[in-house]
């Protein structure tokens, strides 16, 4: 389990502009809160053991089958499910630096890390990646599926991008593609955990044989089901991105700011004159902004941080506040 993630918020209680997360920062979500409170009476019950009222409701909306689709308690538990379903595979390789969950979930399993020219077992992708931004395209998944037993793609910022990547409905004509989705990052609502897979039906037998009962608590499937039918928390992604882009032009103007290219609404960066650690907690007590510390990501140094834009005017505030503290 990651330790120093993105939106700690719960450790700083002062914040005022939040740029840890790679959700998109500024939805306006009162519909859904209206709608929870609206719902609320589910919690008398139990939930569905295996939340089939929402898969059909994915399964629609997507144009395919509900045997396509297992919905999950957000795309972390998909992460866990998925190395324990397939564990029988016993080598995995990944990609670094990327999220550090499947590593974790493949460890848990008492599986192990294959070497490059051992093209055998679970490949993981994080596609856009985690924490760089970077999309793969269709052809290097497409290689990837001829090469290994199982390819995982985590979808989960597949909303976050104008890149072409799989659809559920392409991804489904490879026997050995797992799709992650993740509607916690499509309406902004990372405190409700939700997400779901998509595969062939005999991979979702499988994992549906290897899930926990009332996975989903009945709350997130009455909202799930409302949501499906919401457009996305970005109103404008496009024009969201061309912030994106302005925003790590700032950042790259900033001496001592080293910034890798992004394909999504986040930027990886890295300081050559302080750590992340350091300017995440100038950020936060002085500024009450927070950032991603990202030095815990596997391949990256302590200077390494993420952030994810929001509008013009708050970006603009964490560009100049990073320059103040740099230019001590």
């Given at each position: 389990m990651i330790e120093g993630h993105g939106d700690d918020i719960y450790n700083y209680p002062d914040i005022e502009l939040n740029f840890s997360s790679n959700i998109y920062p500024l939805a306006d979500i009162a519909k859904v809160e209206e709608r929870i409170k609206e719902c609320s009476y589910v919690v008398r019950s139990y939930p569905e053991p295996s939340a089939n009222s929402l898969e059909i409701a994915i399964a629609t909306h997507l144009g395919i089958s509900p045997a396509n689709v297992i919905a999950t308690n957000g795309a972390t538990e998909a992460i866990y499910l998925i190395a324990r379903s397939f564990s029988h595979l016993k080598g995995y390789k990944i990609l670094y630096p990327t999220f550090s969950e499947y590593e974790d979930a493949c460890k848990m399993a008492s599986m192990q890390s294959v070497a490059d020219?051992?093209?055998?077992?679970?490949?993981?992708?994080?596609?856009?990646?985690?924490?760089?931004?970077?999309?793969?395209?269709?052809?290097?998944?497409?290689?990837?599926?001829?090469?290994?037993?199982?390819?995982?793609?985590?979808?989960?910022?597949?909303?976050?991008?104008?890149?072409?990547?799989?659809?559920?409905?392409?991804?489904?004509?490879?026997?050995?593609?797992?799709?992650i989705h993740s509607?916690?990052?499509?309406?902004?609502?990372?405190?409700?955990?939700?997400?779901?897979?998509?595969?062939?039906?005999?991979?979702?037998?499988?994992?549906?044989?290897?899930?926990?009962?009332?996975?989903?608590?009945?709350?997130?499937?009455?909202?799930?089901?409302?949501?499906?039918?919401?457009?996305?928390?970005?109103?404008?992604?496009?024009?969201?991105?061309?912030?994106?882009?302005?925003?790590?032009?700032?950042?790259?103007?900033?001496?001592?700011?080293?910034?890798?290219?992004?394909?999504?609404?986040?930027?990886?960066?890295?300081?050559?004159?302080?750590?992340?650690?350091?300017?995440?907690?100038?950020?936060?007590?002085?500024?009450?902004?927070l950032i991603r510390d990202a030095s815990n990501f596997k391949g990256l140094t302590e200077g390494h941080f993420r952030v994810a834009a929001a509008s013009e005017e708050a970006d603009n505030l964490l560009v100049e506040a990073i320059k103040e503290y740099l230019s001590r």
């Amino acid at each position: 389990m990651i330790e120093g993630h993105g939106d700690d918020i719960y450790n700083y209680p002062d914040i005022e502009l939040n740029f840890s997360s790679n959700i998109y920062p500024l939805a306006d979500i009162a519909k859904v809160e209206e709608r929870i409170k609206e719902c609320s009476y589910v919690v008398r019950s139990y939930p569905e053991p295996s939340a089939n009222s929402l898969e059909i409701a994915i399964a629609t909306h997507l144009g395919i089958s509900p045997a396509n689709v297992i919905a999950t308690n957000g795309a972390t538990e998909a992460i866990y499910l998925i190395a324990r379903s397939f564990s029988h595979l016993k080598g995995y390789k990944i990609l670094y630096p990327t999220f550090s969950e499947y590593e974790d979930a493949c460890k848990m399993a008492s599986m192990q890390s294959v070497a490059d020219e051992s093209k055998r077992g679970i490949f993981w992708l994080c596609n856009p990646n985690n924490p760089d931004g970077a999309v793969r395209p269709k052809e290097f998944i497409t290689n990837l599926l001829r090469n290994y037993d199982i390819v995982v793609a985590d979808q989960s910022y597949e909303d976050y991008t104008l890149e072409d990547i799989f659809t559920p409905a392409e991804g489904l004509k490879f026997s050995n593609l797992i799709q992650i989705h993740s509607m916690t990052k499509k309406y902004a609502v990372p405190g409700l955990r939700l997400g779901y897979i998509t595969a062939n039906e005999s991979i979702i037998q499988r994992l549906r044989a290897n899930s926990i009962p009332w996975g989903v608590n009945a709350i997130a499937i009455e909202i799930g089901k409302y949501l499906i039918n919401e457009r996305g928390a970005v109103e404008d992604m496009r024009n969201y991105l061309k912030e994106t882009q302005r925003l790590s032009a700032l950042l790259a103007e900033i001496d001592g700011i080293i910034v890798t290219p992004t394909q999504t609404n986040f930027i990886l960066a890295e300081s050559k004159k302080c750590s992340a650690k350091e300017l995440k907690h100038y950020l936060a007590t002085q500024k009450r902004m927070l950032i991603r510390d990202a030095s815990n990501f596997k391949g990256l140094t302590e200077g390494h941080f993420r952030v994810a834009a929001a509008s013009e005017e708050a970006d603009n505030l964490l560009v100049e506040a990073i320059k103040e503290y740099l230019s001590r």
